[in-house]
């Protein structure tokens, strides 16, 4: 048996988590499940934390990143903070980008921005085991694939952990402790 908050396996007889107290809840035993299907069922609750954690470091890299080039971007590339002079854009004046990059690194800073506080609210969400997060992790992780090479391998690993079908059944439970959902995946009991 596995914490439902932080995925700890449990002492049997415990009634609270060893590792975030949270306290145990006793269930009946389910019926015996094949060799097969029980492999892949541990799944997310063997990579949910370490997930959540890449996400997290990955959030905050981003972020930081993209305070960097907000900062410090108009520095290293001048031409991109707007026409300085007739000849400041290096393929020659004219080319027409000067208006669209004019506010560049602002405007490609908050798009970034958004992203990494997405990746923020995607670690959240699996630490706390929200519904929402797994369809968020694989959006963002498919998403994930076109940055190579470290995004591509989060990518991968997010769509390895949630994305099959016993994964879906396996965090709807992690996500709904002690409640059944039915096939469109609400709820019986409110939160």
Known sequence: MFCDRC??????GAQFCASCG???VARAVPPAIPAVASLAEGRVRKHIHLLATLWLVNGVLRLIGVA???LF????FPWLRGRIGPDAWPLGPGWGFDS??????????????LFGLLHL???WGLFERQSWARILGLVLGILALLRFPLGTALGIYTLWVLAPEPSAREYDQLSHPGGQTDSAGFSATPR
């Open 7 to 12: 995925g700890t396996p449990l002492v049997s």
């Open 22 to 24: 949270k306290a145990v």
């Open 68 to 70: 960097r080039l907000m």
């Open 73 to 76: 971007g108009g520095v290293f």
């Open 100 to 113: 669209f990059l004019s506010g560049g690194f602002f405007s490609l800073g908050i798009f970034l921005g």
């Open 121 to 123: 609210a995607l670690a």
